[in-house]
C-alpha cells in the first residue's frame, strides 16, 4: 500500500483504519479473471472483454440465496482491503482536477467499500456459486454483500435515461 | 435486537457477528424526522412524506466533499448497527413467503449494511452537512459512506424504464 501523496492531494487528519467502530465478516470471495496489471478500467471495460466472473459464498451461506433468479440484477458489495484509507482529496489521472473521496468512486476511502450492479448469469445455491456478467476487481477480492437491484431504492427520484 | 425466529425463518450455522475480518470507522451521522415506531417503511414513503434528512459528517471529513453538487445523486451507505446478522432465510410481512437474505433488503443481513440513492438539496463543505431529499432510517444511524451515483456502473445493463 502506497503512502505517497500526488500533487493536489489532501490526507485526512487522521487515519480511519485507527478508528474501528464496527466489524465485517466476509461472506464469499470474487473469483475473476483479473490480477493486478490486467484488470479493466471499469465496469463497462470489463462487460466489453465479454469475460464472466464468480461469487462462491463462503459455507454456510447458500439457503441466503433463495428466491434470486438468473437474469436478475443484483448489487455485490465488497472490500478493496489492500487501499489506503486517509485521503480526502484525490488527484486521479482520469478527472480534470482534484476531487474530494466522496465525489469519487475510488477504492481509496475511509471505509474502501465498492459495489457494482451486475447480472445474475447462473445459480448454484447448494454450492453457493453464483456466476455474474462481468466485474472489474481483483481474483479473490472479498465480497461483503449481496443485494437485490431494486428501482424504488437505487435510482435517483425521476430518473429517466435522458437525464 | 430479538433472537426470535419466525415460520419459515433459517438461522446460519454461525454468526457472523464472530468471525470479524476488517473494520469500519463511521464517518458521520444521519439526521433524520424517524425514530422508532415511526419510520417510513420504505424511501418511496419517505419521500411522500415531504420531509428531507440532513447528513453531518465526522470533523475532518468536509473536503472530502469537493466536487459534488446539490442537485447530484449519491448513494449513501449507513451501518444498522441494531439488527442482528445470524438468518439465511427470513419471513418478512411483505414478502409472498420466506426468502433469502441476499433475496432482501432487510438490514437483517450477515454485515448489516444499507444504502439508498438520495439527492443532495444542500452542501455546506465547511460544516460538513448534506442537505437529502429523504431517507428511511432512524435518527443517528451512523453514515459509513457517500459516493457519486453513476448511470455506467449503478444501473443494471441495458436497463431501460420498461424493463
Same mark, same amino acid.
Given at each position: /500500500?502506497? *503512502?505517497?501523496?500526488?500533487?493536489?492531494?489532501?490526507? @485526512?487528519?487522521?487515519?480511519? !483504519?485507527?478508528?474501528?467502530?464496527?466489524? %465485517?465478516?466476509? $461472506?464469499g470471495?470474487i473469483r475473476s479473471?483479473?490480477?493486478?496489471?490486467?484488470?479493466? =478500467?471499469?465496469i463497462?471495460?470489463a462487460r466489453?472483454?465479454?469475460k464472466g466472473a464468480r461469487i462462491e @459464498?463462503?459455507?454456510?451461506? #447458500? &439457503?441466503?440465496?433463495?428466491?434470486l433468479?438468473v437474469g436478475q440484477p443484483v448489487i455485490a $458489495?465488497y472490500? /478493496?482491503?489492500?487501499? =489506503?484509507?486517509? %485521503?480526502?482529496?484525490?488527484?486521479?489521472?482520469?478527472? *480534470?482536477?482534484? =476531487?474530494?473521496?466522496? !465525489? @469519487? =468512486?475510488?477504492? $481509496? &476511502?475511509?471505509?474502501?467499500?465498492?459495489?457494482s450492479t451486475v447480472m445474475i448469469t447462473s445459480l448454484? !445455491?447448494?454450492?453457493?456459486v453464483i456466476g455474474i456478467d462481468a466485474i472489474d476487481v481483483?481474483? #479473490?477480492?472479498?465480497l461483503?454483500?449481496l443485494?437485490?437491484w431494486?428501482?424504488? $431504492? *437505487?435510482?435517483?427520484?425521476?430518473?429517466?435515461?435522458?437525464?
Open positions: /500500500m502506497s *503512502d505517497e501523496i500526488r500533487p493536489g492531494e489532501e490526507q @485526512l487528519p487522521f487515519d480511519p !483504519a485507527d478508528r474501528i467502530e464496527a466489524g %465485517l465478516s466476509f $461472506v470471495t479473471p483479473w490480477s493486478k496489471g490486467g484488470c479493466p =478500467r471499469n463497462s471495460r466489453e472483454t465479454g @459464498l463462503c459455507p454456510g451461506y #447458500g &439457503r441466503a440465496l433463495l428466491g433468479k $458489495v472490500w /478493496m482491503h489492500r487501499s =489506503r484509507r486517509d %485521503l480526502a482529496v484525490q488527484a486521479p489521472g482520469h478527472a *480534470d482536477g482534484p =476531487r474530494g473521496t466522496f !465525489a @469519487l =468512486r475510488s477504492p $481509496v &476511502r475511509p471505509n474502501p467499500l465498492a459495489m448454484d !445455491a447448494e454450492a453457493g481483483f481474483d #479473490g477480492t472479498p461483503i454483500d443485494k437485490p431494486l428501482s424504488t $431504492v *437505487d435510482l435517483p427520484p425521476g430518473w429517466t435515461p435522458d437525464t
